[in-house]
């Protein structure tokens, strides 16, 4: 079935679409319906189907603008599939667990669904210049949703978040059209057998490899290209923000694996060490400013600094366990730092704060929702038998014989995650209850089961992560000779 | 016996599980009864496996082999698997044999505790955990062992969640393991990178390369190298210098979690490491060293702050972290069955000493300064008896387990050491001294008990008295498992298989003699100086007596140059380079691409309508641009 892509990406449009022509009140079932069934389908993603095409499965063609070049290319590979699964979970979870605000409930919908299926669009597009397009316009509903329901700062986030990435993207699709000049297509996999072949011009393979390494680095957050994330983050509201850390910053990683590298060239290669040290240097620097927030809020989002920081060494450091892990530990984060958001996001609901010094004691009111608070904190903190340690780790072991001392440097961020993390669980958990009864925090029956489920994942891919290793193995790329040693 | 294998981990996780989850409906029999049951049922199961490996030819049994970690495409294939020989199949009778007793004991001791069943599967989940480390067949495994008893410390310290202290100690114990777990963590990596496997064990393990040093060669910088780094996570578990601040404060816990956890089981998990890897140790005289400095400096720094301390609990804190440091002078002279001897009789005595301790807890309603102890022998008698056989077992006094296993450690030193010889010699005077300063204070002497607790002690139960007299029999007894003075080495004979035997040394009746006369003149001091303590004769205004009480200043040492210093750099990135970097950056963007600048000063408005209209002229300008160059580029 090779229109599936077109399907998990129309059906939240279509339900968007009609959710902003009902009554408010239903706006919210429907769009579920939507986003759910396009998660569902995003499973059949997974497995291979439909026309087969260089590595990619369920390949589908059709002319847009077809004198431009511009054509609607998908398919998926075990790469993109696992990360269009992720953003429509992640679509569903948001549309669940966290309420819209009163006066723009579908508006609220519409951002959400909208910037789920164009970061799908850019996740399974084989079509370089619909990639960018895609890349781009997913940061409409963002900045909208920011800038209508954000936080009290939502101004100054939206520019900053604006500036930083719009010259980012303006770098890359000067790139794109140099590429197109230089080879008369978009086409991904006809771009990627020519660079392979040496059939195009290695000055301007150098500029792609420059223009789309900063895009990419400023959409994943690499320092100190991630100057917009901490206020971005802060006053974006919690569903869009779901979509936006989960999802949206991992096109910036998942660009790096699918353009940086294979059609960047030599010098893409030549780039690695640095992008490995600025990997590094990420993680401890995201810890630090995570160690400094009052804000619980702020500390996961500064945490994603850190944890983006590993998913980079991974992507690019060329070996096969390593870019594995990579890509495994981008769905990783997105179920833990989602887990973790909304938990922040039940505690300044119910609580009224998010500042640290305000609370306390939640454990002897909510016992399970603290429990569960706990079990995502810990899978943040990468402890083995949760989804983070088996990416962590399979990302550190294959980069440490490349580059021993950059991966012991990430290593020691596991340090920096203790302390952040069991500080705010400390100050926010523990203690004595300091609230009266209606500031007690209770869940929901689909709260709760959506909590529950993602429990359930944290523990069941630290338990047994083979079969999705298996999926994101399949990632189209082979970055050099990776260094196979020989386990029995 | 494969299944059997499995049994030993999964029987407290199904236990644990239970009690997270339904425990708070079963009520506390029943809650208490399936943890108890779980670890025993784990003890009989470890039972089987011992008897398994003892009969095995190759003095070994294996599990077969769970898919895990692997990566399709690599070689890379980490599984779950387990693998019992003599070394790990003693440790995992004294981590379930031990652990039941104090399951047991927990049952009375936490009695009415409203977080009753928590408590009791947060125990069965270190019990999990701990039987993972050492059964680990690989060491992946062994690191989901060695952080998972690192959740389970944190949740026991910080049980009692609603102390502010507690939490704080919890906290410390996992961040401070945490610097030892990354040195873990890299050592693996460069044991991966050198022997291409994270196997231990099989045809290409890597202890099995190890073994086979004619076919395999490691470089002595890096064999020093990965042992300091392994001994690095060794001693942030074992409470080692410069690591060990967190255990004196891990006394926060329930008495039955510092006795289990904190004594007997997971704090030996270093001393197992290191002798796991002896052979890598072996290679580096360098790692060989430090080891043996390390512990003999952590045992004498320890020993000092055990003298000044009042909490009955710091008392025995201390010396845990003393002993272990004896424990790591063995490994550095090279005999790791004495090690591991000493690991085995400590969890005997120490678990004795600390419920034994929670039992006089217990009876003065949670006193723990030993100011307003005294005179109990009379009162409790029974634990009165265990702790003084408690006592006498750590003191290093014959015929005792303490005597028979530290004077192997002190005879390997003389032999391979002399200057950490002194060190743990000068330690064993100390350990009496404070040991029996700990005893007279608590049982002996006028009783200095307030008048209304002493009119309504706590009696100990069966439950408590049972574990205590049987941690006692094992505490007289187990010396005799390697006492080689009087011809018994049973134990060095059920360790030879993985560690060779130690040679015999022309020197063991004069340390022997040494080490008799040195326990014999500590105790005796230190209870004619305590026989008739009463409050204000301490020495607790000398400024010495304050430096020992607080571990020669380490935690203030730490604060100044660790704390503050990386607090201030946190705080500086978070004001200066995050609040006000961006905004730097963000003027270079302004002033270097005019346009953008233009757009943004427009938005200040913050109107949404805005925000659409310009990203509306950017999508015109950016298809214009596509448009222009398509054409001019579409051939």
Not at chain 1, 340 to 367: E, H, K, M, N
Not at chain 2, 8 to 22: D, E, F, R
Not at chain 2, 143 to 172: H, P
Not at chain 2, 222 to 235: D, E, K, P, R, Y
Request: overall charge positive; aromatic content about 10%; hydrophobic content about 55%.
């Amino acid at each position: 079935m090779n229109e599936l892509i077109l399907v998990i990406v129309a059906l939240p449009l279509i339900a968007a679409v009609i959710a902003s022509l009902v009554h408010e009140k239903s706006a919210k079932s429907i769009s579920i319906i939507g986003s759910a069934i396009a998660c569902l389908l995003s499973i059949l993603g997974i497995t291979t189907g439909g026309t087969i095409d260089r590595g990619f499965h369920h390949v589908f063609n059709a002319p847009w603008l077809p004198k431009l070049g511009l054509m609607f290319s998908f398919g998926l590979d075990g790469m993109s599939s696992l990360l269009v699964l992720l953003t429509t979970f992640l679509t569903v979870i948001a549309v669940i667990v966290i309420p819209a605000p009163k006066n723009a409930v579908r508006a609220y919908y519409l951002s959400i669904l909208v910037a789920g299926a164009l970061t799908n669009v850019a996740f399974a597009s084989l079509n370089i210049l619909l990639f960018y397009i895609a890349f781009e316009a997913a940061l409409i509903p963002v900045l909208i949703a920011i800038g209508m329901f954000g936080g009290g700062d939502r101004s100054k986030a939206a520019i900053q978040f604006f500036v930083f990435t719009v010259i980012g993207s303006l770098l890359l699709l000067s790139a794109i059209i140099g590429l197109r000049i230089a080879t008369g297509t978009f086409d991904y996999l006809t771009l990627k057998d020519l660079v392979a072949a040496g059939a195009v011009d290695p000055s301007l393979l150098r500029w792609f490899a420059i223009a789309s390494f900063i895009a990419f680095a400023t959409k994943a957050a690499v320092v100190p290209l991630h100057a917009w994330l901490g206020r971005a983050y802060i006053n974006t509201p919690t569903g869009m923000l779901l979509l936006l850390s989960g999802a949206m910053a991992k096109l910036g990683v998942y660009g790096l694996i699918r353009f940086t590298l294979p059609l960047g060239g030599d010098f893409a290669e030549s780039l690695v060490p640095l992008i490995v040290t600025l990997g590094a240097v990420s993680v401890v620097y995201g810890a630090f400013v995570a160690a400094a927030q009052t804000d619980i809020k702020a500390v996961i989002a500064f945490s994603s600094i850190s944890h983006m920081g590993y998913i980079v060494i991974g992507a690019v450091v060329g070996d096969d366990a390593a870019r594995s892990g990579s890509v495994l530990q981008m769905l990783n984060h997105g179920i833990t730092t989602g887990a973790l958001f909304i938990c922040c996001d039940f505690i300044s609901r119910y609580r009224g704060s998010r500042q640290v010094t305000a609370l306390g004691g939640i454990w002897s009111d909510s016992p399970l929702f603290s429990r569960l608070l706990l079990l995502f904190t810990f899978s943040s903190v990468a402890l083995p038998l949760t989804n983070g340690f088996v990416g962590e780790f399979l990302i550190l072991l294959g980069a440490f014989h490349k580059f021993p001392y950059q991966t012991a440097i990430a290593s020691a961020g596991a340090i920096g995650s203790a302390v952040y993390m069991l500080w705010m669980i400390q100050r926010s958990i523990y203690g004595g209850s300091k609230s009266d009864a209606s500031k007690v925090i209770s869940l929901g029956v689909s709260e709760r089961s959506v909590l529950l489920a993602l429990a359930l994942m944290i523990i069941g891919i630290g338990v047994a992560p083979s079969p999705l290793l298996a999926i994101a193995s399949d990632n189209g790329h082979k970055v050099g000779a990776a260094m196979q040693p020989e386990v029995k | 016996m494969s299944t059997i294998l499995w049994l030993v981990p999964l029987i407290p996780l199904i236990g644990a599980i239970i009690n997270g989850t339904i425990g708070s409906k079963l009520g506390e029999r029943l809650s208490s009864g399936i943890a108890i049951l779980s670890v025993i049922g784990a003890f009989i199961a470890a039972i089987a496996v011992v008897g398994g490996v003892s009969s095995s030819p190759g003095h070994f049994v294996e599990s077969n082999a769970v898919a895990w970690m692997s990566v399709p495409g690599t070689p890379l294939s980490i599984p779950f698997s387990f693998h019992v020989d003599p070394l790990n199949g003693g440790m995992l009778l004294v981590i379930t044999g031990v652990g039941a007793l104090i399951h047991i004991y927990s049952a009375s001791y936490m009695h009415g505790d409203k977080g009753y069943s928590r408590y009791f599967a947060y125990l069965n989940l270190f019990v999990f955990f701990m039987a993972v480390l050492v059964m680990a067949g690989n060491l992946p495994l062994l690191f989901v062992g060695w952080e998972g008893v690192g959740l389970a410390s944190y949740l026991l310290i910080g049980f009692w969640q609603e102390k502010w202290s507690a939490t704080q100690a919890a906290k410390k114990a996992f961040i401070v393991n945490r610097i030892g777990d990354v040195a873990l963590l890299i050592a693996m990596f460069m044991l991966y990178r050198e022997f291409k496997t994270l196997n231990l064990y099989g045809d290409s393990g890597i202890l099995t390369q190890l073994t086979a040093s004619s076919t395999f060669h490691v470089e002595t910088g890096v064999a020093t190298a990965i042992a300091l780094l392994l001994f690095g996570g060794a001693a942030g578990k074992s409470a080692q210098l410069p690591l060990f601040v967190w255990l004196p404060d891990a006394m926060e816990g329930p008495t039955p979690v510092s006795a289990l956890i904190h004594a007997a089981t997971m704090v030996t998990a270093g001393i197992y490491l290191v002798c796991r890897f002896h052979l890598l140790f072996e290679m580096s005289p360098l790692a060989m060293q430090v080891v043996a400095w390390t512990g003999g400096l952590t045992a004498l720094v320890a020993a000092c702050a055990g003298v000044a301390q009042w909490d009955i609990k710091k008392v025995l804190a201390y010396s845990t972290v003393s002993q272990l440091g004896l424990m790591f002078v063995a490994c550095g002279c090279g005999a790791f069955t004495a090690a591991m001897f000493h690991v085995t009789t400590h969890a005997f005595f120490k678990a004795l000493l600390f419920l034994g301790a929670g039992a006089v807890i217990h009876a003065l309603h949670g006193e723990q300064d030993m100011r307003k102890m005294g005179g109990l022998a009379s009162k409790i008698k029974s634990t009165h008896l265990l702790v003084l056989i408690g006592t006498i077992a750590i003191a290093g006094i014959p015929p005792l387990a303490g005597f028979w296993s530290k004077d192997e450690i002190l005879l390997a030193a003389f032999d391979h050491n002399r200057p950490v010889y002194g060190l743990a010699a000068a330690t064993s005077a100390l350990t009496a001294f404070y040991m029996w300063r700990m005893y007279m204070l608590t049982f002996q002497g006028s009783s200095r008990v307030d008048e209304h607790t002493a009119h309504h002690l706590h009696h100990p139960d069966t439950r408590i008295v049972l574990p205590l007299a049987i941690l006692g029999i094992l505490s007289v007894i187990a010396g005799f498992m390697n006492a080689p003075a009087v011809g018994l080495h049973f134990y060095s004979d059920w360790l030879a298989p993985v560690i060779p035997s130690p040679e015999h040394s022309h020197n063991s009746g004069l340390v022997m003699g040494i080490s008799v006369v040195v326990a014999l003149v500590a105790s005796a001091m230190s209870v004619a100086k305590y026989k008739s303590f009463t409050v204000g004769t301490g020495a607790k205004s000398s400024p010495v007596f304050a430096f020992f009480a607080s571990a020669l200043r380490f935690d203030d040492l730490y604060a100044a140059i660790v704390v503050k210093p990386l607090t201030a750099a946190a705080a500086w990135s978070n004001l200066s380079v995050e609040r006000n970097g961006a905004r730097g950056l963000l003027r270079l963007g302004h002033s270097s691409v005019d346009f953008v600048g233009k757009s943004v000063r427009r938005w200040q408005s913050g109107i949404v309508g805005d925000y659409i209209l310009s990203m509306a002229i950017c999508l015109i300008v950016i298809v214009s641009v596509v448009l222009i160059a398509g054409t001019r580029g579409g051939n």
